[in-house]
């Protein structure tokens, strides 16, 4: 640790090191890409773009990615009105429902969700994105129904 006379460019060295660690160690979605799945009516291929590469995000899975053509998807602009909310959108924990919905806790402030809806224009669900806020508060049942589902390995 530098002590207190050192400089203050010293203090933001540590700082930006520090920050470089964390985000390196981190799962962090920097943009999600969707299009509709060739086979199975109202099913998104999903793809989460991370600091750490490209993650399709599956029922009951989330795999690393080699290659993949993203100019076939859409990018979803959920992420970028998140990260004006909440900034960075770290993946702290993942879990999947017995139907298989994806629940993701992002940055320990609000669990963003890939699953089913039931739908009243089509004859199938339709899959969707959402996110469930306010988790220690009026929503706190989200956080704590979140904690009993099973729980899906993210990439270390």
Do not use: C
């Not at 089509?122 to 956080?143: P, R, V």
Request: glycine letters at 4%; a negative charge; aromatic letters at 14%.
């Amino acid at each position: 640790m530098p002590s207190t006379a050192e400089s203050p460019d010293r203090w933001a060295q540590l700082f930006n090191f520090t920050y470089l660690v964390i985000a390196m160690t981190s799962l962090n979605i920097e943009a999600i890409y969707t299009k509709q799945d060739e086979q199975v009516p109202g099913y998104l291929v999903a793809i989460f773009k991370t600091n750490q590469g490209l993650y399709q995000v599956g029922y009951g899975h989330f795999d690393k990615l080699q290659d993949i053509n993203l100019n076939e998807f859409f990018e979803n602009d959920l992420v970028e009105r998140l990260k004006r909310k909440y900034d960075l959108l770290e993946i702290v924990d993942s879990r999947v429902t017995s139907d298989n919905d994806m629940h993701f806790l992002i940055s320990n402030k609000f669990i963003l969700v890939l699953g089913f809806t039931l739908s009243s224009t089509t004859e199938y669900s339709i899959n969707e994105f959402w996110i469930e806020e306010d988790i220690y508060g009026a929503n706190g049942n989200a956080l704590t129904n979140f904690f009993e589902l099973d729980k899906v390995t993210l990439p270390t």
